[in-house]
């Protein structure tokens, strides 16, 4: 029984999940962390096995739950006091297709609202503006999407009607935001098309329409989501080239820092970055962390930060992903490869199924070849972008090598799912399911023993149920 | 001597292990027992919640029965009707604008614009003074906007009077600042589009029954309107239309 020795963030992770979880329905906040901290105390006991040094680490991880507990459900369950109107001067800080119009997102010294606007405002990332609105509180819905968590996880307040926008004459002012729509506008104009789809994915965090549904076909949809894949490509890159340098550590957690500010700190790439910091600062201070801790801390950390982050599709794909690599070493290695791409597909299936309504099939088998072949085409194509400024087209000969070869990938997949085209389209059991898999993989990875791992794995089932009804 | 050494270490490796199993059930129970009180509490509280609003369903009928008795046998007057009414003894009251602490207050009946003001922890130095009566009644369902200085806002109350019909009277002085201090406008009828018909919303300029199909299709989606401002996300109402129609429409308490 290796949790409170090996991973017990995963004791806070589950307690701060289920005091956000019971403030969202309506508990008291005070009672959410009540509730919370018996659920934690459930877990550690279950894995205590009484040495002082477990129980040490068991009041430690009770007292911290609890206090992080109340402090999320408080904030979960306290509704922001907004002002009625805003007048200031703002920044475009995101903007993406909303129905038939556009949301964007401003950033004020007051914090950042959102808005419904028409295309014709032609409003980019980095404009700025200046701002007359009433402030509405957030839409919440009980069924279906809910906004309020969406934009409460992007840190949004409120949002704005009756807007009237006036742009500043002012052009260059810095900002990271004008940074990344310099940027994204350079690679638009640039590159040929699929070379372009994957550097806006792998750098901004932008999906290409185009390759959506491609991926979408395949089963692979999560390799356009800046996670823990891109991260580890981005930062295994410089790591590698700087080998024996002395600051390696340093300059590749700037770099992180960077990298995950240009992708717009989207919560899976936040996971992902958090995640790989911690294991290089362990590196760097001679303590190396576990897979399970890192993922957990990284998810508790992101939870304090914004609590809404629970009911994030990208979050929890992230996070439920994350644990379940971290599980493949039940398994030997022989067959790790498979067992992983397979758990991968059966545990994020619920999540998938809910959200986009089907589940290509073909994701089970496509994965163990798309993964390590794309970790090598996003390589070249990372490789190519530098490469397309040098003189006498020396660089576009590479970017047409690295177009091809994504064509050619392409087609095999296409080839591959044409063999495969069924999806799976009734989500009911499925969210259960995968729920089931991921927590029996966990405690067997924690060596809770059978008896022990069918209790913890119902009676999280049982929790699971509670909250989702 | 190191044979010795290697059969104690066996040995209290042994007995550290039996320790450990002997104690480990009792562990795993004190688990369960941590589990089923977490439900426990879970369960009691959601079973008290739903019990709660029953509750509160059955008082709001009896309370219903009541007051109609008491309209029917409508003989001992007023006062009668009042002690049998607890909640008109208490004014729910919104305020929002230039004050320090806008929002929902409970104010005792009778209260006046100056009393809520004061309870919203006073005027902002934004706030315009003269565009509003500090000293006008109040009414049950209030919605007072103190504007701020060159704000133009057509009406700053609502009382919500018992005919669904919006009525805002004395309280706003106007925020026109060519008028002198102290001039009222009075008897300004203005719709409040939380409570508004189809044909009181065709009253207004610009609103053909589909605009006002569309403004009560809006009101029933959302649960009403917040800002006169959320006009503007109804299907056929653009800025300009929506300058038309501000002087004449507010909103009220929800």
New interface residues.
Partial sequence: MKLLYETPCLCLLVSFIVAVLLAGKGFPFLLSSLIAGFIMLALGFCSYDGTPHAFYVLVLCFVVGLLGSSFLAYRVGNELILADRISEKAVVAFERPWGSKRAVVFKTAKGKYVADVSPSLALREGDSVEIKASILPLENKSTGFNPYTYWRSRGVRGRLVGLQTTKSRKAYSFSLYRWRSFLRRWVLLNFPPRVRGYLLTLLFGVKDPDLAQLHSKWGTSHLLAVSGFHVALVVGIVFRALKKAKWKVQISLLLLFFYLAFTGFAASAMRAGLMTAFVLIGKMIGRPIRTLQAVSLAAVCLLLWRPWFVWDVGWKLSVMSALTIGCTGIFSKRISLLTSSALLWMVTAGIVLTIFGSLPVVGLFSNLIAIPVFALLFFVVLLSTPLVILPFGLGTLVVWFAEKALLVFEWLLNFLASFMPMSITEPWHWPIISIAILFVILTKRLNFGFFRSICVSSCGLVVYMILLS | MSSKLDFEFLHEKESLEK??SS??FK??L???L??V???G??AA?SLG?IKGRSFEAENVVLQGIGASEIVNNNEEGELDKKQATPEEKEWILYI??AVKN??VYKMPSGSRVYQLVEKAGGLTTKADPVAINLAANLGDGCHL?VPEKGELVATTLVEQSRDNLSIAKDVFAGSNANKPYGSYEKDVDVIDLNRASAEMLQSLPGVGPKTAQAILDYRDL?GGF??V??L??VKGIGPKK?EKIRPYVTVGYR
């Fill in positions: 320790y450990k104690k480990s562990w795993f004190m688990a369960f941590c589990f009180l977490a439900l509490l879970s509280y919640k929002t604008g806008p929002g906007h959302r917040r800002s401002e959320e503007l996300e929506m």
